[in-house]
């Protein structure tokens, strides 16, 4: 039986003081792979440390946190970062792209933290592209891109490596109702593809598209009712 590709066992952080703060109290966790979870709770409960644990951004002060079968929580900052590289794609709510860069440009950037060989990336790169119905835009700079369209070449960016995670923060946060649904719309298709994927959100309508949602309140985190999947 295949390893979860999340499993958090007490996971927590607690930030120093005075006085120390509790971000995130010890909390546990698996998701399977293809799972689709929504993470929500209000402004200071905790979802940007778990976000930032979850992505190998920040490291826990206690617990363990398997990503794909490996522990991660006693890994060196080199070796979280090449994790990181390999098995994880992380999209923003700020989209993140050099605006001097073409959406393709943007795209390969990715494959330089995993090492990708330089004859291998524009292929792979026009592939996740095309994967997010952009490929006749490949050329074009973020300043010509809609709001929707750079969050997608976002997700491509996320995706070109074929990450084990797809980890979602606000990604409709910068975004008007129609691109919004564009944008989920698309992440349900990745789901479908399996995928797994965790959204970081306050916003019920994206939190619906998953199929399990957790809370967080005071560093607490506990499932919700489960969620339905648009």
């Known amino acids: 039986m295949a390893a979860p590709v999340i499993e958090l066992r007490g996971l927590g952080r607690t930030y120093p003081g005075p006085p120390p703060v509790a971000a995130l109290r010890p909390a546990d966790l698996i998701i399977e792979a293809g799972g689709y979870i929504a993470v929500t709770g209000p402004s200071g409960s905790g979802k940007s440390t778990l ?3 979850l992505g190998l951004l920040d490291t826990p002060t206690g617990g363990s946190y398997l990503l794909d079968g490996v522990e991660t929580s006693v890994m060196t900052d080199a070796d979280r970062s090449a994790l990181r590289g390999r098995r994880i794609g992380v999209v923003f709510q700020a989209f993140h792209l050099l605006p001097w860069r073409t ?12 090492q990708t060989p330089r004859g291998a990336r524009r292929p792979a790169a026009e592939d996740a592209l095309a994967a997010v119905g952009l490929a006749h835009r490949a050329d074009a700079l973020p300043t010509r ?3 929707g369209e750079c969050q997608r070449v976002a997700i491509a960016r996320a ?22 649904a564009t944008v989920m719309a698309l992440l349900d298709e990745l789901n479908t593809a399996g995928y797994t994927i965790v959204v970081i959100t306050h916003d019920p309508n994206v939190a619906a598209h ?21």
Do not use: F, K, M, W
């Open 51 to 53: 976000l930032h644990l």
């Open 103 to 114: 959406a393709l440009e943007n795209v390969q950037l990715a494959q330089l933290y995993n």
């Open 145 to 147: 891109l809609s709001g």
């Open 159 to 180: 995706l070109v490596n074929r990450p084990a995670l797809l980890l979602c923060d606000e990604p409709t946060g910068n975004l008007d109702s129609a691109n919004a």
């Open 210 to 230: 998953a199929r399990r949602a957790v809370t967080l309140a005071d560093g607490v985190l506990s499932e919700r009712i489960e969620a339905g999947h648009a």
